[in-house]
């Protein structure tokens, strides 16, 4: 519902291509990917599991095609499916071919496994005459061995090479429909491949930290990497590779994109603020209440639960909706003015409650809609509190006479 007054640095120019329906680089909305952890061949099992994937923010989804089965159950999943489907392919040519048969958006291929020139360019033909891109993406866990003794192991140079020998092979049929990945599960090693790989071609890429982990330490590399490339203006589609339910993936992606303001919110964002000595109630435990009984609404607004009166409502004036707590009461906020108090046992059901109401009736509306004693209400709660606390929340005077005293004493 609102957008962040500021947007990022604007994007690197980049071709276009199309997965499916789905455009990627050349202007076109970051979007966001994921991959099923079924079998392929389990055709019900993994339909399943892409519409959770879809549900929970993805645009592509990726489904391995490692076996003759795979291949024929992608070719019943292709039509089914919400949203583009991507073939990943390892080591087997003819396992490529049989993803272009079923009929899949686009194919992924490992140059590190697929290395036979001949049976890369047939590959890339086949592809063209359908009319569908490849993902050429290189894994510095399987880079090419040659590159790897070249090089002196998995450097950055060394993974935009091996993207470039397969660009060259690409050439040689006359097929540029592709994007490109260069991941590492290093950090640093993956956003300095990035940068130079963004430096050489101009094609769409691709962007992840790969093997990043369980989370939250694997959320917490995949966002380091991500959102760095995603801040200097390079990134046109992302996937975050947790050791977890892959729809962990595909709501974290799409809440970075969110948070980065480089696609509309679509659900929920919860902001709470810390706490320190003012709270005046357990923000921690009305923030995890707030955010169970709001995320099963999924709306799209931004919602802050703010720990004591004195100062919540101006911290998180931008939010579209907000409680704050003060005297064992809660005072709601739309866009920072007061528009409600309510008893403290009541805020979490009051929040929910005015949430659906703005979703279904706007801002303005529920501004318009506010409790005429509210503002008068709210301020009669923070001037007591204010000279309850004062500006003394530590009870320094206390504290630096103590000082002195034993000072003096020594
Ligand atoms: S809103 Fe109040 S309780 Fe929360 S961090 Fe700010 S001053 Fe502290």
């Known amino acids: 519902m609102s957008r962040p007054a500021v947007s990022l640095a604007s994007r690197r120019p980049t071709r276009q291509i199309m997965v499916g329906k789905v455009a990627v680089g050349g202007g076109a909305p970051v979007s966001v990917q994921s991959m099923t952890v079924t079998k392929t061949a389990d055709v019900e099992g993994t339909l399943a599991q892409i519409y959770a994937l879809a549900g929970a923010g993805a645009d592509i989804v990726r489904c391995t095609c490692n076996e003759a089965a795979a291949a024929e159950g992608l070719a019943r999943i292709v039509p089914r499916s919400p949203v583009p489907i991507v073939a990943d392919v390892h080591f087997h040519h003819e396992m490529a071919l049989a993803a272009l048969d079923a009929g899949v958006s686009c194919l992924r291929l490992n140059p590190g496994n697929l290395r036979k020139p001949a049976e890369i360019k047939n590959i890339a033909a086949e592809a063209k005459d359908r009319g569908v891109p490849i993902r050429i993406g290189v894994n510095a866990g399987s880079l090419h061995p040659d590159l790897y003794k070249k090089h002196g192991g998995a450097t950055p140079e060394a993974l935009v090479e091996s993207a470039q020998m397969e660009l060259a092979y690409f050439a040689e ?65 992302i996937r975050y590779s947790l050791t977890a339910d892959p729809v962990e993936e595909a709501r974290a992606g799409r809440q970075l994109l969110e948070a980065l303001g480089l696609r509309e919110r679509k659900g929920l964002d919860l902001i709470a603020c810390p706490s320190c000595g003012r709270a005046e109630i357990d ?31 101006g911290e998180a004036r931008e939010a579209d909706l907000g409680i704050a707590a003060g005297r064992h009461r809660g005072h709601l906020f739309i866009k920072g003015k007061i528009v409600r108090v309510v008893p403290e046992d009541e805020m979490v059901e009051a929040l929910v409650a005015e949430a659906d109401h703005i979703v279904a009736e706007g801002v303005e509306a529920r501004l318009a809609a506010a409790d005429a004693g ?12 204010l000279e309850v606390q004062g500006e003394d929340v530590n009870s320094s005077e206390e504290r630096i006479q103590l000082i002195r005293k034993k000072l003096e004493e020594e």
């Open 374 to 385: 509210a503002e008068a209400a709210a301020e009669d709660d923070r001037r007591a509190l």
């Open 283 to 313: 923000v921690i435990g009305v923030a995890k209440a707030a955010q169970a009984a709001l995320e099963e609404r999924n709306l799209p607004i931004q919602v802050a639960v703010m720990g004591c009166v004195v100062n919540g409502p």
């Open 173 to 237: 049929v006359g097929f540029d429909d592709v994007k490109v990945s260069v991941k590492a599960s290093n950090v640093a090693l993956m956003i300095e491949a990035y940068r130079l790989l963004a430096d050489t071609v101009d094609y769409p890429l691709h962007l992840g930290v790969t093997e990043a982990g369980p989370p939250p330490g694997g959320l917490i590399k995949a966002t380091a990497g991500i959102a760095t490339l995603l801040a200097e203006g390079i990134g046109d589609t």
